[in-house]
């Protein structure tokens, strides 16, 4: 493994340049699965 | 380390949602006192017979004030004492009107149980040498199945009862 | 960028042995757990007298312990030999760990089969066991302490020689993998060394029971994340490769790693939240140290989706999810991989209800567990180890993965969803009707609650050999690309870093800061709750033969 060069550090930190949006609504839709899964249980839980 | 604006958005999403359940259980448990079954007291499990709620004649449901109860019970492989009846044939099934307070006390002699009221939210583990203890509200009526839900050798599945809550 | 070793033949025989293990025992346990779910419809009754329990206790033990610990090391060690070398007298350790733990598995599965074992993979004291199955169990934990220390050995003589350098992101990954191990297992150790075997010889009377059960979960938490980091690996570090990316960022990678490290461990209270005996409030501490381990796993779940976006995008597909479409989906070494993940999805939020504190109540020891960890471990981690097969076995046998066979990856793959969708499903639904596990069939007291349950439990046969078709296939796939399949040159893909990756801080191998914190959490965690046990045990328990068919 090559030793860490000095790099430059233009693109990585420049968030516009790297397009997740698709990710951003994946990891979104994820989170209301959780979201719902568990208030569904927890109703569940509070019904017996 | 640098994180996307977006991964930001979805950490701080992520562990609000965490955060959010945690209130949520740690408010019903310390507040509202619905632990899981936590009982600290000990026993001698090859002599539960002299622990009060342990006596043969104790053993079985027991009405304690108006619409109040307390069960006890011992497991043991593979099955549950829940007393006898007037004929002195043992008892398999415990009644108790919907609405009712029931307080279940479980012990074991031999080896780790479960006790679960299947269908309802009494579900501890039987360890030898400790008293399992939960108090519930029969909310629903309808007859629920008893089962030692832990292994406890090869006749574990033969190990149940009934409850039957009914409609007064 | 980086060089990766080649393999010597020696070598390739050695992390071969690992995977003969892990796919008989694919077969062995799968076998099992189709006899399982036939004998739970009520349907059938298991031939010759056999009781369910032994074959449960085979299930458990082959496929959560055997076949996880073989293949973990073996691929582990791979991983190390391509990226910081395997030296002459590390690979005879290596072959020496590998001997340990197979004596010790033979010794056990012996025991297990005589019906001198019927205590399922957790070995629940006061029942008592024939003294062998204890010391086979320590033999396999011996045998993976040998492969921990010789791991440790061949990243530090990698550093050695590089100094200055940041080590291989793999080779960091599997150090991490190995440290939890180690720490964890130690435990479980604990446990057999000083409880188990003297009192099932006769030389202690009695045991502690919670004692001892608390030290298994204080193993057993980090066993399920010991089976999922070497999945997270090639969903990191190997599959941006496969569909042609780079890795999305080394730095979050190791921080992930570091944080599975330090929450997996102080976390085993959560498999005992309805046990008598424990201070509701360390349970509750525990409850929330188990959130904390959610949060890598979160941010893996954004970086995988991230590293598909990236790399899509970098193809030109512009569209929202044009990306997502043109992932490689007829590669066998993505697909089964990505499967895995998808499954995670459900069995990563239905593991957050399991360990909510009282919610617990809800499913504790019903079958709806068995549904959560056929989702995690027997679909998230066996498809993603699947998937490393199907060029790992072939790249050690200098053969191919033919098109083939690499189509008939992709219908076993398609069969185990369609299986473990069905099992799973029925039993997550059983388990919220109060329906048992780790139960034969049974009627009860009748009933409708008891009539329903064994609806889903006809349902858990119909998955159960689907599953088995899916197993039989996976073992033939095996046997071609270890023996038959055409020779050539199989890729072992690793993941390289973006030319402008920002650059790793030092910090994150700074191994003594990381596990002097998972330390300390472990005694913040454990230490007040472990003295209440002994400071209020009872009187010990005698041990209990008759219960198991002794
Ligand atoms: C043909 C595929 C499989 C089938 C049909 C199957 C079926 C089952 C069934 C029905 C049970 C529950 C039995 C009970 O609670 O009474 C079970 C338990 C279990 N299975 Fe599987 N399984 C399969 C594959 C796997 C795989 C691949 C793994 C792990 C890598 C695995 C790990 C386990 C474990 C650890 C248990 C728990 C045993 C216990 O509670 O003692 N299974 N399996
Ligand atoms: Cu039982
Ligand atoms: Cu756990």
Redesign the interface.
């Given at each position: 493994m090559a030793k860490d060069k000095l790099r430059h550090q233009t693109t990585k930190n420049d968030d516009t340049s790297i397009d997740l949006k698709g990710t951003f609504i994946s990891v979104m839709l994820l989170g209301i699965f959780i979201l719902v899964l568990w208030f569904g249980i927890y109703a569940l839980f509070l019904s017996r | 380390m640098h994180l996307h604006k977006y991964e930001k958005i979805w950490l701080v999403f992520g562990l609000g949602s965490l955060a959010l359940f945690l209130l949520i259980i740690g408010f019903a448990a310390f507040w509202k006192g619905t632990h899981p079954q936590s009982h600290i007291e000990t026993i001698d499990p090859q002599n539960v017979e002299a622990h009060e709620s342990f006596k043969p004649e104790n053993l079985g449901l027991r009405e304690v004030a108006d619409g109040k109860y307390i069960v006890n019970i011992v497991a043991s492989a593979f099955n549950y004492d829940i007393g006898s009846d007037d004929a002195g044939k043992p008892v398999k099934t415990i009644r108790v009107p919907k609405g009712s307070t029931v307080l279940f006390q479980v012990t074991t002699k031999d080896v780790v149980h479960g006790f679960q009221v299947a269908g309802t939210n009494v579900n501890m583990m039987v360890e030898p040498g400790h008293i399992s203890r939960l108090e519930t509200v029969m909310k629903n009526a309808g007859e629920f199945t008893v089962v030692c839900n832990e292994y406890c050798g090869i006749g574990h599945h033969q190990m149940f009862a009934t409850v039957e809550v009914y409609d007064e | 960028?980086?060089k990766h070793l080649n393999f010597t033949k020696k070598e390739s025989r050695l992390y071969m042995s690992f995977m003969y293990v892990t796919f008989a025992s694919l077969l062995i346990g799968g076998l099992m757990g189709l006899l399982q779910t036939f004998a739970r419809s009520g349907k059938f009754q298991l031939p010759f007298g056999i009781?369910?329990?032994t074959i449960l206790t085979v299930h458990g033990v082959i496929l959560g312990l055997v076949l996880t610990t073989f293949f973990i090391i073996g691929f582990q060690f791979a991983l190390l030999g391509k990226t910081v070398g395997l030296s002459d007298k590390q690979r005879k350790w290596a072959w020496i760990s590998f001997w340990t733990m197979l004596i010790g598995t033979v010794i056990a599965a012996v025991t297990i089969l005589v019906g001198q074992a019927?205590v399922?993979y957790t070995f629940?004291?006061?029942?008592r066991a024939h003294v062998a199955f204890y010391i086979g169990l320590a033999l396999v934990i011996v045998g993976s302490w040998i492969a921990v220390f010789t791991n440790f050995r061949q990243l530090y003589v990698w550093k050695k020689a590089?100094p200055?350098?940041?080590?291989?992101l793999l080779a960091f990954m599997v150090t991490i993998n190995m440290a939890m191990w180690f720490i964890a297992s130690l435990g479980v150790a604990a446990s057999v060394l000083i409880q188990f075997i003297p009192w099932s010889l006769g030389y202690a009377e009695t045991i502690n029971?919670?004692l001892s059960?608390t030290l298994f979960w204080y193993f057993g938490h980090p066993l399920v994340y010991f089976w999922l980091l070497p999945a997270y690996m090639a969903w990191y570090a190997i599959i941006p490769k496969i569909i042609g990316g780079k890795l999305f960022?080394d730095?979050?990678a190791r921080?992930s790693f570091i944080l599975l490290l330090m929450f997996s461990i102080p976390v085993g209270f959560h498999h005992?939240?309805?046990?008598?005996?424990?201070?509701?409030t360390w349970?509750?501490i525990q409850?929330?140290l188990t959130?904390m381990v959610?949060?890598p796993t979160?941010?893996t779940?954004?970086s995988i989706?991230?590293t598909?976006?990236?790399t899509g995008?970098r193809k030109g597909y512009k569209s929202?999810?044009g990306?997502?479409r043109h992932l490689p989906w007829k590669d066998v070494r993505f697909l089964a991989p990505f499967i895995g993940m998808v499954a995670f999805?459900?069995g990563?939020?239905?593991g957050?209800?399991n360990a909510?504190?009282?919610?617990?109540?809800?499913i504790?020891?019903?079958i709806w567990v068995t549904g959560h960890f056929h989702l995690t471990v027997a679909t998230t981690v066996i498809l993603t180890y699947f998937g490393v097969a199907y060029w790992l076995v072939p790249h050690l046998t200098g053969r191919r993965l033919t098109p083939k066979l690499n189509k008939l990856g992709i219908i076993q793959t398609i069969i185990w969803t369609l299986g473990m969708t069905i099992m799973s499903t029925s039993m997550h639904i059983q388990g919220?009707?109060?329906?048992?596990?780790?139960?034969?069939?049974?009627n009860?007291?009748g009933?409708?609650?008891?009539d329903t349950w064994i609806n889903y439990q006809i349902a858990q046969a119909v998955g159960g050999t689907i599953l088995f078709v899916a197993i039989i296939l996976m073992t033939y796939i095996f046997i071609q690309l270890a023996f038959f399949a055409p020779r050539g040159v199989q890729e072992f893909p690793i993941a390289e870093e973006?030319i402008?990756?920002?650059?790793?801080?030092k910090i994150l191998e700074n191994w003594y800061l990381w596990i002097g914190i998972t330390i300390a959490l472990i005694l913040f965690a454990y230490t007040i709750p472990v003295i209440?046990i002994l400071k209020?045990?009872?009187?010990?328990?005698?041990p209990?033969d008759?219960?198991?068919?002794r």
């Open positions: - | - | 960028m980086n009781n369910y329990y019927n399922l629940y004291a006061p029942l590089h200055g350098e940041k080590s291989p029971v919670l059960r960022s730095s979050l921080l005992q939240l309805t046990e008598p005996g424990i201070d509701p349970k509750f409850v929330v959130f959610v949060i979160l941010m779940a954004f989706f991230a598909f976006e990236t995008r929202l999810f990306w997502f999805i459900p990563g939020a239905g957050i209800v909510s504190h009282q919610v617990n109540t809800l504790h020891n019903t919220l009707l109060g329906g048992p596990r780790r139960s034969n069939f049974s009860y007291a009933g409708a609650q008891v973006e402008d990756a920002e650059p790793t801080p209440d209020h045990s009872p009187p010990g328990s005698i209990f008759w219960p198991i068919g």
